[in-house]
DNA sequence: GCACCAATGTTGGTCCGACCAACGTACTCC
DNA sequence: GGAGTACGTTGGTCGGACCAACATTGGTGC
């Protein structure tokens, strides 16, 4: 106990922990993948799970707001995971829909987003990690999920 | 239930959670204070609960690299917060002082900081507050505090 | 005492993600 | 048909985490 960590005032807020406990994710993430890994894998993992969706509903679910979408649909596009398309029924709209490829590439990031976690979480024990997510999950079902504007 | 919130791949991972808990806290605090007072927070923090620390040991025990460390006291100096001087036994080091208008302002950042926290975990009881906050330190405390380089 | 290496503070720059503003197009509702 | 609204797109700001380079200063081996 020589070295506190952090001031206590620091400590007690979520917040400033949660802060830095992303950033960790994010350094040890970029050992792993390039870091715009991270929004395709958001965006890919939203789309197997329900479906093709406009952009708009895609900001809307993951909580990206939609010029960023925009980008990281583009980006995914470009390198063929996934389609666009103009909704028939509503020509405003972009249909995005997951390719062969892209479905492949999910489950190669899903693998070492994995292995991110591991690292991240290793002084956790199983009991513990599932205590943690779901209290994360409880703060995040307590607030709108949708990007702030 | 009408509404899953985020795809249950994501659901799993820590680093995305966190991350998208960050992201709320730092929209909370954006209403009430400006967003660089976050930093300036945590600095003031370490200061008034270590005693005076040179720019180095502030960035290693924050986790915040030299480089920012040196924007942040430079801010904190210009609005009489905090003094620099270079430490006599050491003369590469500023020795980085608060002042009696940083302690205020300190304590004025901490009270805006703790309505954030109240709005952020407004879904989570006392009990499961501390919970949240005890495994967020121990995987903190399980990861150097150091930055990146 | 001198040469070398390490640490500090500083400057200047990149990158990503969350934002905001504005525009043209397309839909809805009345 | 007109007003208001949603969508996608472009172009920008800002904070924060990074990296590279440099001058100054300390420490160490010799």
Redesign the pocket.
Known sequence: MTDPGAPALLRNLASWQT?RVA?LG??FTAARM???A??DFAVLAALEEYGDL????L?RRL?????????I??RLEEHGHLE?RTDP??????IVAVTEAGSRHLHDLNERALAVQDELLAALDPGEREQLRALLSKVLDSHPAQ???
């Open positions: 802060g950033t994010t350094r390039p870091l715009e991270r929004s406009s952009q708009a509903e900001g909580g990206l707001d939609r010029n960023n979408v925009n980008g649909v583009t666009r029924v509503d020509r405003r709209r972009n990007p702030a504007s």
